[in-house]
């Protein structure tokens, strides 16, 4: 009977221990099977764990607890009258089974006792779990005992022989698979890290591209804003020189259809003479228009205003000496022999249309064949305008009017020297002396108004011509029509030419009655 009761315990009992739930680490697990039913006699088992007495059981009850690694003194009485005790050692990892037969006596397993004959297999199943009082585990707590309760699982007949203890290799086996599962997890960490990585660097560079693709489209708009600007500047300019050439091309129909009218215009007849204090003496004029330089730009139209000056001059009344392209040692005679006609009381004057340029507070009509080596050599070739005018007050005339269109730029600078400044300098008149530059000072005098100016002469001079046609005007109102005719001019196409006036004269003087 014992033999066949400690078979049935076998079989039906022990898988139920074995599969019962381990506590990990350093936990030990033990289960205790406790039967406290003598048929119709029940009796009372108490359990005591480092004399922390554990809750009464009674009944068929099969219970689990997790205890730490260490050693334990486990104490039973049943019904109150005594027991037995056992000290239990365990280590990390171990089972152990104790089963407390009905004399009370705890005995370590994985030996099984018998189960007493008067006990038959009735509750096989009905462990129920054990319910540990919070003031049981405080008291065990307070000893350095951590208790992990674990129910047991309902007992399960098997049909099988229980599980044998794993083997040394085979738990080394079950080792080294942990370690691979862990050096796979690792790898599959590691892989998914790096592939983290390259889609980080993948986004950053795709950032950094489309960036760089903003950057240059606003490069790309800032340039075509700028270039739209230039050709907004362009078509402003280009609308301001049609504007110009318009009122250009009017100022010189105008001029024309004054010309054509004042020829065709019968001669007035002649006007009583003006109660002025006026001398009408002996009228001399010296022209001089030198245009091929040798060693300076030539000029196009000095000898063709030198022409229309001498023609207009002769119209009324001077007797005119007209001389071209004069070098050095011509145009010194030509001023001699013309200083040496003048007399006491005589109308002069002088034109001049060539290179002119001005030497400290001096200016200078250049020959033809003047010289560019140095400044000395341009001071002994050239001709001082204060010495002709000089000349002409030592003559004692009366009224001289010199007449310059020289102040171009300095012929001087074209041919790499360094001599002398732009246009002539400013001067001063002698008493009954009138002088006239073409342009102020620094500035530069025009021969055409532009590409479409077809007249052939320079802007002074055809000025000059149209003003002095008109009679009973004086030369110093006609000299101040010709000067604020041509700034306006000049003004139109966007250049600055105003005539420089240095006058002296007493009384007045006219070109035409």
């Known amino acids: 009977?014992?033999?066949?009761?400690?078979?049935?315990?076998?079989?039906?009992?022990?898988?139920?221990?074995?599969?019962?739930?381990?506590?990990?680490?350093?936990?030990?697990?033990?289960?205790?099977?406790?039967?406290?039913?003598?048929?119709?006699?029940?009796?009372?088992?108490?359990?005591?764990?480092?004399?922390?007495?554990?809750?009464?059981?009674?009944?068929?009850?099969?219970?689990?607890?997790?205890?730490?690694?260490?050693?334990?003194?486990?104490?039973?009485?049943?019904?109150?009258?005594?027991?037995?005790?056992?000290?239990?050692?365990?280590?990390?990892?171990?089972?152990?089974?104790?089963?407390?037969?009905?004399?009370?006596?705890?005995?370590?397993?994985?030996?099984?006792?018998?189960?007493?004959?008067?006990?038959?297999?009735?509750?096989?199943?009905?462990?129920?779990?054990?319910?540990?009082?919070?003031?049981?585990?405080?008291?065990?707590?307070?000893?350095?005992?951590?208790?992990?309760?674990?129910?047991?699982?309902?007992?399960?007949?098997?049909?099988?022989?229980?599980?044998?203890?794993?083997?040394?290799?085979?738990?080394?086996?079950?080792?080294?698979?942990?370690?691979?599962?862990?050096?796979?997890?690792?790898?599959?960490?590691?892989?998914?890290?790096?592939?983290?990585?390259?889609?980080?660097?993948?986004?950053?560079?795709?950032?950094?591209?489309?960036?760089?693709?903003?950057?240059?489209?606003?490069?790309?708009?800032?340039?075509?804003?700028?270039?739209?600007?230039?050709?907004?500047?362009?078509?402003?300019?280009?609308?301001?020189?049609?504007?110009?050439?318009?009122?250009?091309?009017?100022?010189?129909?105008?001029?024309?259809?004054?010309?054509?009218?004042?020829?065709?215009?019968?001669?007035?007849?002649?006007?009583?003479?003006p109660v002025l204090a006026t001398t009408l003496g002996n009228r001399r004029a010296l022209i001089i228009g030198n245009d091929t330089y040798q060693s300076v730009p030539k000029l196009a139209n000095a000898r063709e205003d030198a022409r229309t000056i001498a023609a207009s001059l002769s119209a009324v009344g001077y007797q005119v000496t007209l001389r071209l392209d004069l070098n050095e040692r011509e145009m010194k005679a030509a001023l001699r022999a013309f200083s040496s006609q003048v007399q006491g009381g005589d109308e002069v004057l002088f034109f001049f249309a060539g290179h002119g340029v001005q030497l400290g507070a001096a200016n200078y009509l250049l020959p033809t064949d003047i010289g560019s080596d140095s400044e000395a050599q341009v001071r002994d070739e050239a001709i001082q305008l204060q010495r002709i005018l000089d000349d002409f007050s030592e003559r004692k005339a009366k009224f001289t009017l010199a007449m310059l269109d020289a102040c171009r730029d300095n012929p001087f600078r074209s041919v790499g020297r360094s001599i002398g400044g732009r246009g002539l300098a400013a001067t001063t008149a002698a008493t009954g002396q009138m002088v006239i530059f073409s342009a102020g000072t620094g500035q530069q005098a025009m021969d055409k108004l532009n590409q479409a100016d077809t007249n052939k002469n320079g802007l002074f001079t055809r000025i000059f011509v149209q003003e002095m046609q008109r009679p009973g005007i004086s030369i110093d109102r006609v000299m101040k029509n010709v000067r604020n005719q041509v700034a306006e001019l000049a003004k139109s196409v966007g250049h600055e030419q105003v005539p420089a006036i240095y006058d002296q004269v007493l009384g007045d003087f006219f070109f035409k009655q």
Do not use: C
């Open 1 to 273: 009977m014992k033999a066949l009761v400690a078979f049935l315990f076998s079989v039906f009992l022990f898988p139920a221990w074995a599969s019962a739930p381990q506590a990990g680490g350093s936990l030990a697990s033990v289960y205790i099977f406790m039967d406290t039913n003598y048929g119709a006699m029940v009796s009372r088992y108490n359990l005591k764990v480092e004399g922390v007495e554990m809750p009464q059981m009674n009944g068929y009850k099969f219970v689990a607890f997790s205890f730490p690694a260490g050693q334990y003194l486990i104490e039973s009485d049943r019904d109150g009258v005594g027991g037995t005790s056992l000290q239990l050692k365990v280590g990390a990892g171990e089972k152990h089974y104790i089963f407390i037969d009905p004399v009370g006596f705890p005995r370590p397993k994985p030996i099984l006792t018998v189960v007493d004959e008067r006990r038959g297999l009735e509750g096989v199943g009905k462990s129920v779990e054990l319910s540990i009082p919070d003031a049981s585990l405080a008291l065990l707590a307070n000893k350095g005992i951590r208790l992990a309760r674990q129910p047991a699982p309902a007992p399960t007949v098997l049909a099988q022989a229980p599980a044998a203890a794993p083997s040394p290799e085979a738990a080394q086996a079950a080792q080294a698979a942990q370690a691979a599962q862990a050096a796979q997890a690792a790898q599959a960490a590691q892989a998914a890290q790096a592939a983290q990585a390259a889609q980080a660097a993948q986004a950053a560079e795709e950032a950094r591209r489309k960036q760089a693709e903003i950057d240059l489209l606003r490069a790309q708009v800032e340039d075509a804003r700028k270039r739209q600007a230039e050709v907004e500047r362009l078509r402003a300019e280009s609308e301001e020189a049609k504007r110009k050439l318009a009122a250009t091309e009017e100022n010189l129909k105008r001029i024309s259809q004054q010309q054509a009218t004042q020829a065709a215009a019968p001669a007035p007849a002649p006007a009583p003479a």
